[in-house]
């Protein structure tokens, strides 16, 4: 399948967001800004700087609605490819899905148990077999963020690539606009119950229960169709500026609906679509420039392995830096994330490698 060179270099950014994002979280976590000094222009530019780092920062968790944007929108395009060549066997689809997932996710376990430098939350107890088996959210209270919390994303993870096959059946069938609203009305169905209805832990809305993040999923499904049925017109939109712009001009709106309560059904969507066009933009501008585009690419193919293994070593290096001032933070965030990258990277495509050389002499065995 030809990939997208602008789709991988806008999930490396979305990757390397929510990384930044969560050293973000643990460096300023009980730190405070500089006191503002509005006594002449330079004090002024600074503070207006530091107020304008410190809100974007912290909107960096965003990156993950857009993860789950494009993980529709990858999933639609390679599985819509492979259905043009022929009926496609639910066995071999979720076979080569879950062989993609799991053993990956196991060698983030490990590096995690046997790593120098991460830093460790919680004992590793009888929990970690749930862990394993991605059902964290089981006993969600206790289990969907053990270890490393960012692992809660596998268990939603898994649970549309169980349903996928049906949406897919759906979204073929009524086509993109039919799709989006009926994932929609589903998602925000759900959270109304979950939130309004019958108030649970807010872990099911944020992804223990997938069908709750299903409009940002729905969405990235729906836009892979109207790609393959007008390229050039999604591609202008999305990495020309237009998508861009109007990102901009409805965020706030978008931030808005953190407020109150049946506004925050839609909050997850809003934000994350708002975010999903600023960094797809952002992309477009990175694939006009050779070098930059490359590195930024790579880092999107093998974004999974960075998602895995990232936090509790951003967290780890975080506790140890809080006393450095914002302009180092920063430095040392750009070499870590970069470290970080290398490092995922590495795992992944060992472990991609070793995976098919498995399942290549198991077939040489087997005679298939």
């Known amino acids: 399948m030809k990939r997208l060179l602008w789709l991988d ?32 222009l330079a004090g002024s530019v600074l503070t207006i700087l530091r107020l304008v780092w410190f809100k974007v920062s912290g909107l960096g968790f965003h990156a993950v609605g857009v993860f789950i944007i494009l993980s529709g929108w990858t999933l639609m395009q390679s599985t819509a490819r492979r259905a043009e060549s022929g009926a496609i066997a639910c066995g071999s ?48 209270q206790m289990n969907f963020m053990y270890l490393n919390a960012a692992w809660w994303y596998f268990s939603m993870l898994i649970q549309f690539y169980l349903i996928f096959p049906l949406l897919f059946w759906i979204a073929r069938r009524l ?34 229960f997938a069908v709750c993040r299903l409009p940002e999923f729905a969405l990235g499904m729906a836009l892979a169709m109207w790609h393959t049925r007008s390229t050039a017109r999604v591609e202008w939109f999305l990495l020309r500026g237009a998508g861009f712009v109007l990102g901009l001009i409805l965020y706030p709106a978008a931030l808005q609906l953190y407020h109150g309560v049946y506004d925050y059904i839609f909050v997850d969507f809003a934000t994350g679509t708002c975010c999903m066009l600023e960094i797809i933009g952002i992309a477009g501008i990175i694939s006009l420039f050779q070098g930059p585009a490359k590195v930024f690419g ?71």
């Not at 965030?333 to 495509?349: D, F, H, I, P």
């Open 175 to 208: 086509g993109p606009w039919r799709f989006l609203l009926i994932g929609c009305a589903a998602g925000f169905f759900a959270r109304y119950l979950l939130l309004v209805v019958w108030p649970q832990n807010g872990l099911w809305v944020l992804g223990g």
């Open 93 to 140: 689809w979720y076979r080569a899905r879950f062989l993609r997932l799991y053993p990956m996710y196991w060698v983030a376990h490990f590096v995690y148990l046997l790593s120098p430098f991460v830093a460790r939350l919680e004992p590793v107890d009888s929990r970690i077999i749930l862990s394993l088996l991605g059902l964290r959210f089981i006993d969600i």
């Open 298 to 368: 790579v880092v999107g193919v093998y974004s999974y392995g960075l998602y895995l293994i990232h936090q509790p070593y951003v967290i780890w290096l975080g506790l140890r830096i809080r006393e450095q001032p914002i302009w180092m933070f920063l430095l040392i965030a750009v070499a870590t994330l970069a470290v970080l990258s290398a490092w995922g990277m590495l795992l992944e495509k060992a472990t991609n490698t070793l995976v098919n050389k498995l399942v290549s002499a198991r077939k040489t065995a087997s005679g298939t």
């Open 9 to 40: 270099i806008s999930k490396g950014l979305a990757i390397l967001v929510v990384a930044y994002f969560h050293f973000f979280r643990t460096y300023y976590q009980y730190g405070v800004l500089p006191p503002a000094d509005w006594s002449n």
